[in-house]
């Protein structure tokens, strides 16, 4: 059956209706509940609903609960070593949160192997995004098949079940969960759905999934699915949770490269709602703005000081994934894979004399790549994952008296720079 995808401008509440076709069907024969609003999949199955369990639900064998150590209710900026975190498990065992709010969770995960056969996972309170620092592999769902590679986002709707395959030995993922969906800034688009001609990214510039022949098996297939923040209940099907032979909708995942994200460059500081990709919730409600710092030519006016100026956040909390160590306010700080965490009115400035450096910068392409999460109305606070990978020296790193590392090597660039 073709795919079939609708697009367009995508409403805050999520839905999905499920069908069969065994026969003709009736209306007594439609699965699913009206009334809704918001962004929503069709799925056509072949014989069964997938309501039918075959055993009763038990207590999953892992958790992904979050726990806090006691500093975590000390207000001061921290520096996490994601790199330094060990590779284990697969992607959805081997996640750690690091930090972690009420509607909001940013997660490592780092798997040397697939899931096991013929397992799956559901995530029933969070929609995800991963963003890919490295590793290829496939993400098998319900909707069918997405390749993934370094340097993109994976954006996977609340309540799709799926499996993540590897095709390289191991891979480093960043996770984003958020009770609210994940989708392009709605700002970047006009009343039709279309993203605007001045919009860093372009809707059309997602890679949708392969549907391949449904899987029409009998048999137990177990789907662990996370919820009650964090915990896990696995269900078991009798028949395979990919038996769609085909869906509509605008609810499914996708992939998006980060080349994609066009950056935008001016004469001054361009700050970072110039680098949004994505947005979750709105303000003043919580969610978060998802920003992408690609290479970009840095402000050229004579007076321009390329180095961010010193600030901080009155109603967020500011996270941000540092890809590679070419970040000009943070050179000789982080590392690739580092990862900062700036509560609300804490605030934060280039480190040493990375201001005065970067007056070099000037009108010059920069080498950085990261990914940066600024939250609405919502506090974060790092957990114990987080806590035992983190720089102590951190919040002394702005003193005079610090010494920084020489950074050497070009960095990232996009094909345009």
Same mark, same amino acid.
């Given at each position: 059956?073709?795919?079939?995808?609708?697009?367009?401008?995508?409403?805050?509440?999520?839905?999905?209706?499920?069908?069969?076709?065994?026969?003709?069907?009736?209306?007594?024969?439609?699965?699913?509940?009206?009334?809704?609003?918001?962004?929503?999949?069709?799925?056509?199955?072949?014989?069964?609903?997938?309501?039918?369990?075959?055993?009763?639900?038990?207590?999953?064998?892992?958790?992904?609960?979050?726990?806090?150590?006691?500093?975590?209710?000390?207000?001061?900026?921290?520096?996490?070593?994601?790199?330094?975190?060990?590779?284990?498990?697969?992607?959805?065992?081997?996640?750690?949160?690091?930090?972690?709010?009420?509607?909001?969770?940013?997660?490592?995960?780092?798997?040397?192997?697939?899931?096991?056969?013929?397992?799956?996972?559901?995530?029933?309170?969070?929609?995800?995004?991963?963003?890919?620092?490295?590793?290829?592999?496939?993400?098998?769902?319900?909707?069918?098949?997405?390749?993934?590679?370094?340097?993109?986002?994976?954006?996977?709707?609340?309540?799709?079940?799926?499996?993540?395959?590897?095709?390289?030995?191991?891979?480093?993922?960043?996770?984003?969960?958020?009770?609210?969906?994940?989708?392009?800034?709605?700002?970047?688009?006009?009343?039709? /759905?279309?993203?605007?001609?001045?919009?860093?990214?372009?809707?059309?510039?997602?890679?949708?999934?392969?549907?391949?022949?449904?899987?029409?098996?009998?048999?137990?297939?177990?789907?662990?699915?996370?919820?009650?923040?964090?915990?896990?209940?696995?269900?078991?099907? /009798?028949?395979?949770?990919?038996?769609?032979?085909?869906?509509?909708?605008?609810?499914?995942?996708?992939?998006?490269?980060?080349?994609?994200?066009?950056?935008?460059?001016?004469?001054?500081?361009?700050?970072?709602?110039?680098?949004?990709?994505?947005?979750?919730?709105?303000?003043?409600?919580?969610?978060?703005?998802?920003?992408?710092?690609?290479?970009?030519?840095?402000?050229?006016?004579?007076?321009?000081?390329?180095?961010?100026?010193?600030?901080?956040?009155?109603?967020?909390?500011?996270?941000?994934?540092?890809?590679?160590?070419?970040?000009?306010?943070?050179?000789?700080?982080?590392?690739?894979?580092?990862?900062?965490?700036?509560?609300?009115?804490?605030?934060?400035?280039?480190?040493?004399?990375?201001?005065?450096?970067?007056?070099?910068?000037?009108?010059?392409?920069?080498?950085?790549?990261?990914?940066?999460?600024?939250?609405?109305?919502?506090?974060?606070?790092?957990?114990?994952? /987080?806590?035992?990978?983190?720089?102590?020296?951190?919040?002394?790193?702005?003193?005079?008296?610090?010494?920084?590392?020489?950074?050497?090597?070009?960095?990232?660039?996009?094909?345009?720079?």
């Amino acid at each position: 059956m073709v795919l079939i995808v609708k697009k367009g401008t995508v409403p805050p509440t999520p839905h999905t209706e499920f069908y069969v076709i065994p026969k003709v069907l009736t209306k007594e024969e439609i699965h699913g509940s009206y009334g809704f609003s918001g962004a929503w999949s069709r799925k056509i199955h072949v014989r069964f609903y997938p309501t039918e369990q075959v055993k009763p639900p038990r207590r999953g064998d892992f958790a992904l609960v979050p726990d806090f150590p006691p500093e975590a209710d000390v207000l001061q900026p921290y520096h996490i070593f994601t790199g330094r975190m060990p590779h284990e498990g697969d992607a959805i065992r081997g996640r750690k949160p690091i930090v972690h709010g009420s509607r909001t969770t940013l997660s490592i995960s780092k798997p040397r192997e697939a899931m096991p056969e013929d397992t799956f996972f559901r995530n029933g309170e969070r929609h995800e995004v991963y963003f890919v620092q490295d590793g290829e592999g496939v993400v098998h769902s319900e909707y069918g098949d997405l390749k993934f590679r370094k340097d993109v986002y994976i954006a996977i709707p609340k309540g799709t079940t799926y499996r993540i395959d590897l095709t390289s030995p191991k891979a480093w993922l960043l996770l984003v969960e958020s009770v609210y969906p994940i989708n392009f800034a709605p700002h970047y688009f006009n009343k039709e /759905g279309q993203a605007t001609l001045m919009s860093p990214v372009v809707e059309t510039e997602i890679e949708t999934p392969d549907l391949p022949a449904y899987r029409d098996e009998r048999g137990e297939f177990p789907i662990d699915v996370k919820h009650g923040g964090g915990k896990i209940t696995r269900i078991i099907l /009798g028949h395979h949770p990919f038996d769609l032979a085909g869906w509509e909708g605008a609810l499914y995942p996708f992939v998006f490269d980060v080349k994609s994200h066009h950056g935008i460059a001016r004469e001054i500081h361009t700050a970072p709602p110039m680098h949004q990709t994505f947005q979750s919730g709105n303000v003043p409600h919580s969610g978060f703005s998802l920003c992408s710092f690609v290479p970009v030519m840095a402000g050229w006016h004579p007076l321009e000081v390329p180095a961010p100026y010193a600030h901080f956040n009155v109603d967020s909390d500011e996270l941000m994934f540092f890809c590679n160590p070419f970040y000009g306010a943070r050179e000789g700080v982080v590392e690739e894979g580092s990862f900062t965490f700036h509560p609300g009115s804490t605030p934060h400035s280039p480190q040493g004399n990375a201001a005065q450096r970067s007056l070099a910068a000037r009108g010059k392409v920069q080498g950085r790549l990261a990914v940066m999460l600024d939250t609405y109305f919502e506090s974060m606070r790092i957990t114990t994952h /987080g806590f035992a990978h983190r720089d102590p020296q951190y919040v002394l790193s702005w003193a005079e008296t610090t010494p920084h590392a020489e950074v050497k090597g070009e960095g990232w660039e996009s094909p345009s720079a």
